[in-house]
């Protein structure tokens, strides 16, 4: 195959232009890509990424969590989150329960995730400010509130079984 370089069809150059454009997948992946790397320029002296930050909020309060929920409702794939969990469990802020056959795994927060969770909390609430102010001013919570709509209806659409035909 043959890969045409980019000078040869301006046909795609426009549709890439297009797509940059327009695509909402594309501007939410780099728009996520962003506030990540803002959360965690403010918050990185802790040791915590964002995601493990969100992990460690996500298992607040519960007990022990099954994977396949905690997976569910942070919008990842099983296999993502045990990849990201093992991190946490290494350094003692998250316990798993233990592998085998017929097993459900599982996820709590230690006592360590949860001093861990208290001290990053000071830093969460200065980086939404600071974020609130930089990227979102007035219009914030209304994109918040749109984002949450939007993570609520494709959960809702992959819960509903397809119809046949």
């Not at 043959?2 to 501007?27: G, K, S, W, Y």
């Not at 959360?39 to 298992?59: K, P, S, W």
């Not at 017929?102 to 709590?108: G, L």
């Not at 809702?156 to 119809?163: F, G, K, N, R, V």
Request: aromatic share 6%.
């Amino acid at each position: 195959m043959h890969i045409m370089d980019n000078d040869q069809d301006p046909d795609l150059d426009t549709e890439a232009a297009f797509v940059r454009d327009h695509c909402a997948c594309f501007a939410l992946r780099q728009a996520a890509r962003e506030i990540t790397r803002f959360y965690e320029e403010r918050m990185g002296d802790l040791g915590l990424t964002a995601g493990q930050f969100t992990i460690l909020t996500a298992l607040h309060g519960a007990a022990d969590i099954p994977f396949a929920r905690l997976a569910s409702g942070l919008g990842m794939d099983r296999t993502t989150l045990s990849r990201a969990l093992r991190p946490l469990a290494r350094e003692g802020l998250v316990e798993l329960s233990p592998e085998g056959p017929r097993r459900r795994r599982s996820a709590r927060l230690t006592q360590a995730g949860r001093r861990r969770f208290a001290e990053a909390l000071p830093k969460w609430h200065a980086a939404q400010a600071a974020a609130a102010a930089r990227f979102g001013g007035r219009d914030w919570p209304d994109l918040q509130r749109k984002l949450t709509q939007l993570t609520e209806a494709a959960q809702t659409d992959a819960a509903e079984p397809e119809a046949t035909t």
